[in-house]
Each structure stands twice: as structure tokens, then as C-alpha cells.
């Protein structure tokens, strides 16, 4: 609450900051996505993803798991429909089943998907000539 806001230095709330621009800007994001033609719409899906998990990881190490746990519940549905066709996809499911269960930075530690994602920073997306 307002204790924790307040015992932020200036660097902190700065980074906050420009974290809860990021939330926003990805809110934007995934409005364009949405509104995009239906044979685009899984591949570009597909290619904001490793942006949502980047920021939902960085979200958590900067404590705000509020901000973090409101991007997986505005956001993460859209990820679901990753599957073969735009149809349901049983790993996304499992994958951000294991994100909600996250509910402290400390609960990231030893996380496998955590784990992966600091090793293997880059993410190939692959798009199609139309994408």
C-alpha cells in the first residue's frame, strides 16, 4: 500500500514508472492484435508473447505482483488460443496456470519457466511473409 509506495527511492519510482507505461503501451498492443484481420490474428498472438512474459517476469521482480497478476488476468487468455488453427492450446493453458500460481518475486526462484526465461533471453518469433 502507501507504505511501500512511499519507501520507493527515486530510481524505483522511476522504473515503476516506466513499467506501468509498458503495461499500458502492451494493453494498446493487444487492441491492435485483436482488431487485426482474423488470419493474422494467432501469429501476431504468437509473436507478443515473449513481450507479455518479459513484462509479467519483470513486473514480479520489481514486487509489484498487483500489476503483474492484472496483466495475466486482462492478458492471458489471448494466449490460450495459440493452438493449431487459433484453437485452444493445452501447454498455454498448463504455462499460464504456472504463472497464476506465482504470487511473490521469491516464488519465482527455482521456477523452471523463470529459470529458462533469464538463461534464454532472446525469443525467435517466427512470422509468415503476410505477418
Known sequence: GDFKASARSPAERVARGRLLRATAMFGRLTDWVEASPTTLRTELRAAIFPIFLHLFVALMEADETVEARTLLEEHGDLFVRLGAN??????????????????????????????????????TVTMSQLG
Not at 498448463?94 to 532472446?122: K, W
Open 86 to 123: 487459433g484453437g485452444h492450446s493445452s501447454s498455454n493453458i498448463r504455462f499460464l496456470d504456472r504463472l497464476r500460481a506465482l504470487r511473490t518475486p521469491s516464488d519465482l526462484q527455482g521456477e523452471e519457466l523463470y529459470e529458462n526465461f533469464r538463461r534464454d533471453r532472446r525469443t
